[in-house]
């Protein structure tokens, strides 16, 4: 008997410490009812951004709304970060019994929608994914393989080295590029400025490593994809690239919006409510 209650003891206590640890690694909003939305955000971005979008269908559907560790208000935690992030979304959905549960992903955010689609036994019904590529890196480098990257790199050394002089300089330059607002520019920069920075240069490791193109063949629910054109040179180009990219998807609904940059929901937000 003492057995036993050891053994449930021990089970308890594994269990409170899981628990925890998805706790810290993700933090999740809920507001609205009926059919769950999970929203995702993308790299530095807290969940905030899609409060607009929530506003606007919070009457008809649950909405879910995630901020990752080291963004926002989230305190960081130990490496590697998009494994442990990504299994803390899956099991939020399992713990909290979500059923035919929508994704809504940015940039990273739709990255991580597709791998949440990809699981054996997933509970997502459809996708939407908002300027998001299965496999970044590919796009960044010619040559990728994700063995090749590691957080020991002089790259990375470089970037957790610079002064937050240097650092706010570039997150100026990286923002004027993301939005044509100019409102958004230096929201998205400040968003930059308060990630955490090692989550910063190790988490986008994580980040640019993560290659979904062939499980993109295991994904059996409706997918929509909302690409920006400015940040690939124009329409054609960005068709290109994700036909390219998501070739091993079944089937999909690719949708251009031809005057916005990365983040479509700041620059084009009434177009992204119709398209939803």
């Given at each position: 008997?003492?057995?036993?209650?050891?053994?449930?003891?021990?089970?308890?206590?594994?269990?409170?410490?899981?628990?925890?640890?998805?706790?810290?690694?993700i933090q999740v909003e809920v507001s609205g009812s009926g059919q769950p939305i999970l929203f995702l955000p993308g790299f530095t971005v807290p969940g905030e951004i899609w409060n607009p979008t929530v506003d606007q269908l919070k009457n008809?559907?649950?909405?879910?709304?995630?901020?990752?560790?080291?963004?926002?208000?989230?305190?960081?935690?130990?490496?590697?970060?998009?494994?442990?992030?990504?299994?803390?979304?899956?099991?939020?959905?399992?713990?909290?019994?979500?059923?035919?549960?929508?994704?809504?992903?940015?940039?990273?955010?739709?990255?991580?929608?597709?791998?949440?689609?990809?699981?054996?036994?997933?509970?997502?019904?459809?996708?939407?994914?908002?300027?998001?590529?299965?496999?970044?890196?590919?796009?960044?480098?010619?040559?990728?393989?994700?063995?090749?990257?590691?957080?020991?790199?002089?790259?990375?050394?470089?970037?957790?080295?610079?002064?937050?002089?240097?650092?706010?300089?570039?997150?100026?330059?990286?923002?004027?590029?993301?939005?044509?607002?100019?409102?958004?520019?230096?929201?998205?920069?400040?968003?930059?400025?308060?990630?955490?920075?090692?989550?910063?240069?190790?988490?986008?490791?994580?980040?640019?490593?993560?290659?979904?193109?062939?499980?993109?063949?295991?994904?059996?629910?409706?997918?929509?994809?909302?690409?920006?054109?400015?940040?690939?040179?124009?329409?054609?180009?960005?068709?290109?690239?994700?036909?390219?990219?998501?070739?091993?998807?079944?089937?999909?609904?690719?949708?251009?919006?031809?005057?916005?940059?990365?983040?479509?929901?700041?620059?084009?937000?009434?177009?992204?409510?119709?398209?939803?």
């Amino acid at each position: 008997m003492k057995k036993i209650i050891s053994l449930f003891v021990a089970l308890c206590f594994s269990m409170l410490v899981f628990a925890c640890d998805d706790q810290k690694t993700i933090q999740v909003e809920v507001s609205g009812s009926g059919q769950p939305i999970l929203f995702l955000p993308g790299f530095t971005v807290p969940g905030e951004i899609w409060n607009p979008t929530v506003d606007q269908l919070k009457n008809k559907y649950e909405c879910h709304v995630v901020t990752l560790a080291g963004f926002g208000s989230m305190e960081p935690i130990e490496f590697p970060w998009l494994p442990k992030v990504n299994e803390s979304l899956e099991n939020y959905i399992i713990d909290n019994k979500l059923e035919d549960v929508i994704i809504i992903g940015h940039s990273l955010g739709g990255t991580i929608a597709t791998w949440l689609a990809s699981r054996e036994n997933s509970k997502i019904s459809q996708l939407i994914l908002v300027d998001a590529l299965p496999a970044a890196g590919a796009l960044m480098f010619p040559d990728f393989n994700p063995d090749n990257l590691s957080y020991d790199s002089p790259f990375n050394k470089q970037q957790l080295e610079i002064s937050q002089e240097k650092f706010e300089q570039m997150a100026t330059g990286m923002s004027m590029g993301m939005s044509t607002n100019s409102e958004a520019q230096t929201q998205i920069k400040n968003w930059i400025l308060a990630a955490d920075r090692k989550t910063y240069v190790y988490g986008y490791t994580d980040y640019l490593k993560l290659d979904m193109r062939e499980d993109l063949s295991k994904i059996n629910v409706p997918v929509t994809i909302l690409a920006a054109a400015l940040p690939y040179g124009g329409e054609d180009m960005s068709r290109d690239t994700y036909e390219t990219q998501y070739k091993n998807l079944k089937e999909y609904h690719l949708i251009i919006s031809k005057d916005s940059a990365h983040f479509i929901m700041l620059d084009q937000p009434d177009w992204l409510l119709v398209k939803f």
